[in-house]
């Protein structure tokens, strides 16, 4: 069955560039909206944005200014950066299957804790 | 604060029934389908209900979903300790920050 895992770094200092990438496996990425969503420690779930296979993106307006969402079709992958990162951006990160346009994540992956400290 | 608005908690006895409510507005559950989340602690979300009241293959039905106007409700009977975790509900909310959103979480506790 399609399985989904996230993979980056756990530490990002601030100001930098949070990075993290979701490879898809056992199905392909084609022909499905593929999303970000994060919860912070102790918190609830927040919806960072998405991606069709084909490169369109929606983003979170709270964080569009600092989120670039990409997809790599031929490596079944796709990919978060947050630029300009704090300690609130301090969050388990998880990837998920989006389907449109009944608005509901099917599969997520199991999430990657990120930290930003010094 | 969360867009749509959940209890923080709930109990109840095994084998008892629990509901969990979810309040938004005509930009959202209004006008589009409500999803539900179990997340069992450490563990990643899970699909409990989607489009209002479907579940996915493998989710009992003792989960059940229903959505009335701008609110939504989960139901959980005959419960269990293995129910102890937080749900979410989530939708697409149209207004001007067009986005996914979710409920605050409500954590069920099975006494």
């Known amino acids: 069955q399609v399985q989904l895992q996230e993979s980056g770094p756990g530490l990002v200092k601030p100001s930098e560039t949070l990075s993290l990438t979701c490879t898809v496996s056992?199905?392909?990425?084609?022909?499905?909206?593929w999303s970000w969503i994060r919860q912070p420690p102790g918190k609830g779930l927040e919806w960072i944005g998405y991606?069709?296979?084909?490169?369109?993106?929606n983003y979170n307006p709270s964080l569009k200014s600092r989120v670039t969402i990409s997809v790599d079709t031929s490596k079944n992958q796709f990919s978060l950066k947050l630029s300009s990162v704090t300690a609130a951006d301090t969050a388990v990160y998880y990837c998920?299957?989006?389907?449109?346009?009944?608005?509901?994540?099917?599969?997520w992956g199991r999430g990657t804790l990120v930290t930003v400290s010094s | 604060q969360s867009v749509l608005t959940q209890p923080p908690s709930v109990s109840a006895a095994p084998g008892q029934k629990v509901t969990i409510s979810c309040s938004g507005s005509?930009?959202?559950?209004?006008?589009?389908?409500v999803s539900w989340y179990q997340q069992l602690p450490g563990t990643a979300p899970k699909l409990l209900i989607y489009?209002?009241?479907k579940r996915p293959s493998g989710i009992p039905d003792r989960f059940s979903g229903s959505k009335s106007g701008t609110s939504a409700t989960l139901g959980i009977t005959g419960l269990q300790t293995g129910d102890e975790a937080d749900y979410y509900c989530?939708?697409?909310?149209?207004?001007?920050?067009?986005?996914?959103?979710f409920g605050g979480g409500t954590k069920l506790t099975v006494l």
């Open positions: 005509s930009s959202n559950i209004g006008n589009n389908y």
């Open positions: 489009e209002n009241n």
């Open positions: 989530g939708t697409w909310d149209s207004s001007l920050s067009a986005g996914m959103v």
């Open positions: 991606i069709y296979y084909s490169g369109s993106t």
């Open positions: 998920g299957r989006l389907l449109f346009p009944y608005w509901y994540f099917d599969l």
């Open positions: 056992g199905g392909s990425i084609s022909s499905y909206y």
